[in-house]
């Protein structure tokens, strides 16, 4: 099939693009990279008549470092993040799941904020974002605004950004070198959406004492999730196959996955377990220069 027919804007700026969306409101739809909107269009599943392309707008695009963090355009295609040194060298966790994404052709045309604004609780974006406490900034007809990861993703598909507002940069942390880190995911092929998708960060002191875990899960909720009460349990403790194995438990007890096409919620749970201990396993090795 092909879409239904629509009027095709192209703005050059944020407040030019905030001006469409206040003038067509629900008639219209925002595309930078189309990954997910052009099949929903094809389909007819979505039928925007007023499609505001946002591509042309420089601004949007490019990777930038302050200070302790670095700054992502919502622009920037998944790619050209991917291979960014500043993300190699500051923030690798983000690059790896990136890694994830598909295929390559679909990095070369998806978008950083595209991912993360469609809410897919599957996807390696949002996944990564809340371990890392990543914040977004948004603008909007009341100015600009930034909200952090956890508020951010709200539920399936559905994020904080409001009708009339976009979603302009991302906001990461650098990660300090001697942090442990893992980004891990099963999935039915390669590039297809993950059955369950782990992020891991740990702290660990000279003795194998955890001083800080974060775990986070995709694909076992309506959202993004952090474990909490398997980084409280880490937080501590020596970091041995015992203390591993209980957080990977403890990170099951408050995810709520649904069955679908893919598998059932009794094996995403199953699985959820492994490779959150997969993923601490690999960052503990990272942590000790194995990785």
Known sequence: MKPAAFKYLSPNSVEETIGLLEQYKDEAKIIAGGQSLIPLMNFRLAR????????????????????DKLIIGALTRENEAKDSLLIKENCPIFG?????????????????????????????LPVVSRVLDARMRIVGPEGEKLIDAKDFFITYLTSAVEPLEILVEIEIPKLNKEWGWSFVELSRRSGDFAIVAVAVILII????????????????????????????????????????????????????????YHASAEYRESMAEVMVIKGLEKALARTKGDM
Not at 52 to 67: A, F, P, T, Y
């Open 48 to 67: 925007p008549e007023i499609l505001i392309d946002i591509n042309g707008i420089q601004s949007l695009s490019g990777i930038k470092e302050e200070e």
């Open 96 to 124: 790896e799941a990136i890694s994830k994404i598909g295929h390559s052709t679909i990095r070369n045309r998806g978008t950083i904020g595209g991912s993360i604004v469609h809410c897919d609780p599957s996807a390696e």
């Open 205 to 260: 002191d000279e003795k194998n004492v955890c001083k800080e875990a974060r775990i986070s899960l995709g694909g076992v909720d309506a959202t993004p999730s952090r474990a909490e009460k398997a980084e409280s349990y880490l937080a501590g403790k020596v970091l041995d196959e015992a203390n591993l194995k209980a957080a990977g438990k403890l990170a099951t007890e408050d995810i709520d996955p649904e069955s679908d």
